[in-house]
């Protein structure tokens, strides 16, 4: 019989993993609280019709039907979340946000789910921090979530960190310039790929995201739409430049960065740093003004980014980058058994609750001190703490550092002031 093995694109986060996802997930959320984010969940599950409305049905997330859906018996159907942002938007809208004082900035961090071939640092199942602001069509809110992106790297340790920044335009201009583009592509149309072909008839601007062979001196020619872009357009765009250089912010204009999600408008961004691979993009997002109209609700303009958990810690095994060990307990308490035992077990919640790690060693029956001191040893205690009769009789506890100094008995209240003093 095969044995039960996890399914495809998922992974187990072990322990030695873990502490990078507890720093990761610290740093993220001190950061969004410090640029004074709120925090929120919501659904993992939402209608199906959210993301095809908000995302758009010529997105690849639909067009390469990567989504988790289930059809629910009374008809409705049901999608695990692809991504986080038509959710909250769909959130602030239910809940009434739009009354609150503007704009609402919130954050929140878990798991997305997409049906797409497993790759480095990308599952099936991958987590995101993901930050929005809601409410304001100010550029400086764009400069805000990019900063926050930009920050969150930098203090994580990632080293030549920059930002690639474009516009997508608006309802106003992006038709005008993807005529102009569809009908560049279409004069070249033998050189492209099936897949650009397929995006060329249904979202043009994915075509510029190609990877494909000879694509980029192709695309090279091709029209910019920075030169197409409406007034309101092209002043959110100077304006955020004007920003990012009073910053000293380092950034490049990439026409060709563009998003697969129709909400889009304006500022698109990524972060990208050195010495992580071929994969230079670490995170990206962006503006989406008409993304709550799209969904049934009010005019509400927004801009976010998302970032995924698992591709920050590929970047930090990358560029060398160790997290903090674990704070695993450096005081174990032995004992010899029997009445020695209950007191061990005593003593160990006592310490526990004056804030001192410690493990107890745990033994059904008796169990040699040899054995135990092997097991301080694998955990790299610093003390160990030994409950014998004599200790029980005495109301006493014997105390044995591991750094070479000599064993000495103390009282309960003096071994806990003494471990603090070696914290």
Known sequence: MASIQR???MQDVLPEDRR?????????????????FLGIDVPVVEYTNLFARGMGEASDVFVQKEMYTIEEPDGTSVTMRPEFTAGLVRAYIENGMASWPQPVK?????????????????????????????????????????????????ELGYKGLTFQLNSTGCPTCKPVYIEALTAYLADHAARLAAIDKERLEKNPLRVLDSKEE?????????????????????????????????LDQSYTI?????????YYTKTVFEVWAQGIGAQAAVCGGGRY???????????????????????????????????????????LVA????????????????????????????????????????EAN?????????????????????????????????????VIQYLKNKE
Request: glycine share 10%.
């Open 335 to 374: 004992h010899f058994g029997g009445a020695a035992k209950e007191t061990a077990v005593s003593l160990t919640y006592k310490l526990r609750d004056q804030g001192i790690a410690t493990r107890l060693a745990f033994a059904r029956d008796k169990r040699s001190m040899k054995s135990q001191m092997r």
């Open 289 to 331: 003004d008409g993304l709550a109209e799209a969904i049934g609700g009010p005019s509400t303009p927004g801009v976010g980014f998302g970032s995924g958990i698992e591709r920050i810690i590929l970047g930090l095994k990358e560029q060398g980058i160790e997290p903090p060990d674990s704070q695993q307990p450096k005081v």
């Open 7 to 9: 399914a495809k694109g």
């Open 254 to 262: 990439n026409f060709r960065l563009v998003r697969g999600i129709d």
């Open 106 to 154: 919130l954050f929140t961090v878990g798991p997305i789910f997409r049906r797409e071939r497993p790759q480095a640092g990308r599952y099936r199942q991958h987590s995101q921090f993901d930050v929005e602001i809601l409410g304001e069509t100010d550029p400086a809110a764009d400069l805000e979530v990019m900063m926050l992106a930009m920050n969150l790297y930098a």
């Open 378 to 414: 694998r955990m790299e205690a610093h003390t160990v703490l030994i409950i014998g009769e004599a200790e029980v009789a005495e109301n006493m506890v014997a105390v044995r550092p591991l750094d070479g100094a000599d064993q000495a008995r103390m009282t309960v209240e003096d």
């Open 20 to 36: 990078y996802w507890d720093v990761v997930i610290e740093t993220a959320t001190k950061l969004a609280r410090r640029y004074g």
């Open 214 to 246: 000879g694509m980029d001196e192709l695309l090279a020619n091709a029209p910019h739409i920075i030169d197409y872009l409406c007034e309101d357009c092209d002043s959110h765009l100077k304006d955020l430049r004007r920003m990012l250089e009073a």
